[in-house]
Nanobody, 115 residues
Framework: QVQLVESGGGLVQAGGSLRLSCAASGINFKIHPLHWYRQAPGEQRGLVATITAAGSTNYTDSVKGRFTISRDNVWNRVYLRMENLKPEDTGVYYC?????????WGQGTQVTVSS
């Protein structure tokens, strides 16, 4: 059974930083691309960052230069370092992985950025 558990969210002032963590189990972690998504209030969930099995990364334009995704294949964790946070970064952040054509999600962690 695949389980993804996010942590590290919270309330932060604009310009501040947070590091999100996602612990994965039940999956051959090192072979899968991993993703962070964000769902802002009243909006659909959108892709924020991806890291491939080889460590290549990709970001949505609004977070480029501010967010960094990384992975630890020993501890089966994926991280999202967020710097220079803006109020528009507010939302619930989810990590995600796909196995055998099925997308798995964590429960999410709330990030609130005050202006």
């Amino acid at each position: 059974q695949v389980q993804l558990v996010e942590s590290g969210g919270g309330l932060v002032q604009a310009g501040g930083s947070l590091r999100l963590s996602c612990a994965a189990s039940g999956i051959n972690f090192k072979i899968h691309p991993l993703h962070w998504y964000r769902q802002a209030p009243g909006e659909q969930r959108g892709l924020v960052a991806t890291i491939t099995a080889a460590g290549s990364t990709n970001y949505t334009d609004s977070v480029k230069g501010r967010f960094t995704i990384s992975r630890d294949n020993v501890w089966n964790r994926v991280y999202l370092r967020m710097e220079n946070l803006k109020p528009e970064d507010t939302g619930v952040y989810y990590c995600s992985a796909r196995r055998a054509g099925v997308d798995f999600w964590g429960q999410g962690t709330q990030v609130t950025v005050s202006s």
